[in-house]
C-alpha cells in the first residue's frame, strides 16, 4: 500500500459528473484506510478546451502525463466539435503514445440488477472482453482524394501486425487462465476479410499451443452477436480486434444491464507508460447536467485502477460496496431506478465503511 499520482481527465458530457463521483468513492477509502493515499490532479483538457485553444489537449500533455501511476478518464464527445477531432484529439493520442494495447472489459450482471436477456441469472453472464487496442480499423492509416467531387475517394486501412496480434492474443490467453473456466473465443471474421482476420486465425493456432490448459475455439463476430444473445453461459474470455470488440463490448453491457455499468481499463502492460481507466459509456448528452448518470461505471473503473495500482484489498471493498448498493434498489435511471448521482454515491461512500477489511 502507498501514495499514488492520478492524472484525472474528466473532459466531455457526464465525463465530469462520473469521475467526480469515482473521485469522491477514492476519497472515502482514503479516510477509511491511512495507509492508502492518492495524490489527484486534474487536466481541463477536452471539447471546451477545443473551443478555446483549437485542440484537445496541449502539445505538451504526454509529457504531463507521463510521469502519473494512472489516468482516471471521463469521457470524450461534443454535439458541437466533430467526432474524429474529439476522439483522436483525446482519448486515442493517449492510447497510442503510451501503447495502451490492452483494452480490457469486464461485464457481469451486478447484484440486483436483471438482464433484458429472458432467465438468464446473474451468475449466467460473466465475461471479460479482450480488445486490441492499438491497430487494426483504429491504426489511423488511410485518407482521402478529390474532396467535394463526384469521384470523392476516402479510405480506412484496418492495420494488422503479427507482433501486435500476437502480444493481445497471448495477453488473452493470459487472461483466461487466470479465471476459473480458462476458456478463450477468438472472434475474426477471416471468412470474408481474407488478409489481416486469416493471420489472427494463424496466430492463434500458434499461440494456442502455449497455452494446453486452456480451451479455446474461434467465432465469427456476426455469430458471436447471436451467441452472446442465446447462449450467454456458453462464453467467458473473449478477445478480438479493435473494432470488434468495441462493438460487442457495448451489447455486453446492454445485456448485463446497462451500458452505464460498464468499464474499462487501457492497459501498457509493460508499464512503461501509466495505463487509463475510463467508463465506456461515452459523453450521453442526452443527460448531461441532470443529476442522473449513472456512476457504477466510474466505480467499476476505478476498482480495475486500484487493482493495477497494486491495492487488491481497496479495490475489492470499493466493488463490494457497489454491489452491496445495486442490490439494495438505489438506482439511476438507466437500471429502472429514481436515485440521482449523488444518491448513489453517496450510498456507495456509505457502504464502504461496513465493508468489512
Request: charged content about 20%.
Amino acid at each position: 500500500m502507498g501514495s499514488y499520482r492520478i492524472a484525472a481527465i474528466p473532459a466531455d458530457g457526464i465525463g465530469p459528473e462520473v469521475i467526480g463521483a469515482g473521485l469522491e468513492a477514492l476519497a472515502a477509502l482514503e479516510r477509511l484506510d491511512p495507509s492508502f493515499h492518492l495524490s489527484v490532479t486534474h487536466f481541463p483538457w477536452g471539447s471546451d478546451y477545443y473551443r478555446k485553444h483549437g485542440v484537445m489537449m496541449p502539445a505538451g500533455g504526454l509529457d504531463e502525463l507521463r510521469g502519473f501511476d494512472a489516468i482516471y478518464f471521463g469521457a470524450v464527445g461534443d454535439r458541437d466539435v466533430p467526432d474524429h477531432v474529439t476522439l483522436w484529439g483525446l482519448r486515442l493520442a493517449i492510447c497510442q503514445p503510451f501503447d495502451q494495447y490492452a483494452n480490457v472489459r469486464p461485464t457481469r450482471i451486478l447484484p440486483g440488477l436483471k438482464s433484458p436477456l429472458r432467465d438468464c441469472e446473474p451468475g449466467d453472464l460473466d465475461w471479460v472482453i479482450v480488445r486490441e487496442n492499438s491497430e487494426g480499423e483504429y491504426a489511423g492509416m488511410g485518407g482521402r482524394a478529390h474532396q467535394g467531387h463526384a469521384i470523392e475517394v476516402g479510405t480506412e486501412v484496418a492495420v494488422f501486425t503479427r507482433a501486435g496480434v500476437e502480444r493481445i492474443l497471448r495477453f488473452a490467453f493470459d487472461l483466461a487462465r487466470s479465471r476459473a473456466r480458462k476458456q478463450l473465443t477468438v472472434v475474426t471474421k477471416s471468412n470474408a476479410q481474407r488478409h489481416g482476420m486469416v493471420l489472427w486465425d494463424e496466430v492463434a493456432v500458434q499461440v494456442a499451443r502455449d497455452y494446453p490448459d486452456v480451451a479455446w475455439e474461434r467465432e465469427l463476430v456476426d455469430a458471436m452477436t447471436v451467441r452472446m444473445v442465446n447462449r450467454p453461459k456458453s462464453l467467458d474470455t473473449i478477445v478480438a480486434t479493435n473494432l470488434h470488440a468495441d462493438i460487442l463490448s457495448d451489447l455486453a453491457a446492454a445485456l448485463a444491464g446497462s451500458i452505464g455499468i460498464a468499464p474499462t481499463a487501457n492497459y501498457d502492460p509493460s508499464r512503461r507508460f501509466p495505463s487509463m481507466f475510463e467508463p465506456i459509456h461515452g459523453s450521453a448528452f442526452d443527460i448531461v447536467g441532470k443529476g442522473i448518470a449513472n456512476p457504477v461505471g466510474a466505480f467499476w473503473t476505478a476498482v480495475m485502477m486500484l487493482e493495477h495500482l497494486g491495492e487488491p484489498a481497496n479495490a475489492a471493498r470499493l466493488m463490494a460496496a457497489v454491489e452491496h448498493v445495486t442490490a439494495s434498489g438505489v438506482r439511476t435511471p438507466d437500471l429502472g431506478g429514481t436515485a440521482r448521482t449523488s444518491d448513489v454515491t453517496a450510498a456507495v461512500c456509505e457502504a464502504l465503511a461496513a465493508v468489512p477489511v
